[in-house]
């Protein structure tokens, strides 16, 4: 094992403080799911939570309430400490992951909830299956959110560098892509490998033709994706789509490393 990594999947839970708790998350060294394993850019992702909380947007005074969704959310720590700053969150993964993860979310909520220090920003956590693309499920999470979180999905560890810079070209064709100075992270959870985004969705593009004068009242006219009413000659017809296939299908690549499944989810909200 790399003596960098921050936590061993060969044990079977991992303790770890954060905005002044102890959280104790289980993990299952013997599964062959990826989502059973607390992964260290999901430690990454809370210390710097909490170093950042003091002040700015991820203050609790500014987070309390706000509707937060974990995809890929394994054994729930990044969503457990997006809760200790206030926000109602809803945890998501594959059907076989959800008992690790609620098993996860009822013990910490009963630790946090008996403990000396004051609890009271502590928001709400859930627990729902979601398989990216099943559209299904994503009614059934409630979307818009106000944050989408993922780790080892949108915050990553650099596993391959030619697969890394694809990855992120392929996100800025949804968002405005920035990325977390180490500086701002905790000076013990980072590592040179894993890089932390914040990711905005881009506004939808606008047309710009401006409306067109009917000159004769029988005269054919068509209503392009703006709403507004234009001639039909002899200006061609305006399409405005979305970067996202017709049929509505995203290779597995896609899905999970681009973070299209995030673009569906905020597409209509405006963060703040």
Not at 171 to 192: G, L
Not at 247 to 256: A, F, Q, S, V, Y
Request: net charge negative; aromatic share 4%.
């Amino acid at each position: 094992m790399d003596p960098d990594r921050l936590n061993s999947p060969s044990t079977s839970a991992i303790a770890i403080e954060a905005f002044g708790h102890g959280l104790h998350i289980s993990q299952d060294p013997n599964s062959k799911h990826l989502g059973m394993t607390v992964w260290d850019a999901s430690m990454v992702l809370v210390k710097y939570l909490e170093k950042n909380s003091r002040k700015g947007r991820f203050s609790p005074a500014k987070m309390k309430g706000k509707r937060v969704i974990e995809l890929g959310a394994g054994c729930g720590l990044a969503g457990l400490g997006m809760a200790l700053l206030g926000c109602d969150v809803t945890l998501t993964d594959q059907l076989e992951v959800l008992p690790l993860l609620t098993r996860n979310v009822d013990r910490n909520k009963s630790w946090i909830s008996q403990s000396n220090s004051d609890s009271g920003t502590f928001g709400s956590v859930s627990v729902a299956e979601l398989d990216w693309g099943n559209k299904t499920q994503i009614e059934a999470v409630g979307p818009p959110f106000d944050y989408i979180i993922g780790t080892d999905v949108i915050g990553h560890e650099i596993r391959c560098t030619t697969v890394h810079e694809q990855m992120v070209e392929m996100m800025k064709n949804h968002f405005i892509v920035k990325t977390i100075p180490k500086s701002k992270m905790d000076i013990k959870y980072q590592h040179p490998s894993i890089q932390l985004y914040m990711m905005e969705l881009k506004a939808r593009p606008k047309c710009n033709i401006e409306p067109c004068e009917a000159i004769n009242k029988n005269e054919e006219r068509e209503t392009c994706d703006c709403g507004e009413t234009q001639n039909a000659e002899p200006s061609a017809p305006v399409e405005l789509k979305d970067s996202v296939p017709e049929n509505g299908k995203l290779d597995d690549w896609e899905i999970r490393r681009c973070g299209a499944m995030a673009a569906r989810l905020l597409r209509d909200v405006k963060l703040t």
